[in-house]
């Protein structure tokens, strides 16, 4: 992957800004927006529980994602995994009623979770 956490953004949503190995922000950045639970695994080995929806103060303790890179994004059965080159881990299970997450970028491509795990895409 080779996309770095350039910045970290907390409203309603979790939302990481990842760029290229350059840093440089431009039409080949993706943000990931996190609406809903996930669990944030720590280079320690930590696991947390997170909700943007439900507790924004208990997602201090994902900023430690800020500046790693992404070495694997996968997709299984509707569950995101992210893994990071400090160890760290994010799995976003689908919901049933709502859109956990999704991707935008590079350019105009968009990913969604729809409600229930199946994913709609525009590139």
């Given amino acids: 992957m ?22 440089v922000v431009g039409d080949n950045d993706v943000v990931l927006c996190l609406e809903g639970g996930f669990t944030y695994r720590d280079s320690g ?8 929806s439900a507790d924004r103060a208990g997602l201090g303790v994902a900023l430690g ?20 080159d400090d160890g760290s881990r994010v799995v976003v299970p ?11 970028g ?3 491509s968009l990913i969604v979770s729809l409600p229930g795990g199946e994913l709609a895409i525009w590139i």
């Fill in 2 to 23: 080779g996309r770095v956490v350039s910045a970290i953004t907390v409203n309603f949503q979790f939302s990481l800004a990842l760029t290229g190995d350059d840093a």
């Fill in 45 to 52: 080995g930590g696991a947390h529980e997170l909700d943007p």
């Fill in 65 to 84: 994602l800020f500046p790693n890179a992404v070495t694997e994004a996968t997709v299984n059965e509707g569950v995101l995994h992210l893994a990071f």
């Fill in 94 to 104: 689908p919901q049933d009623d709502y859109e956990t997450w999704q991707i935008s």
């Fill in 106 to 108: 590079p350019g105009t």
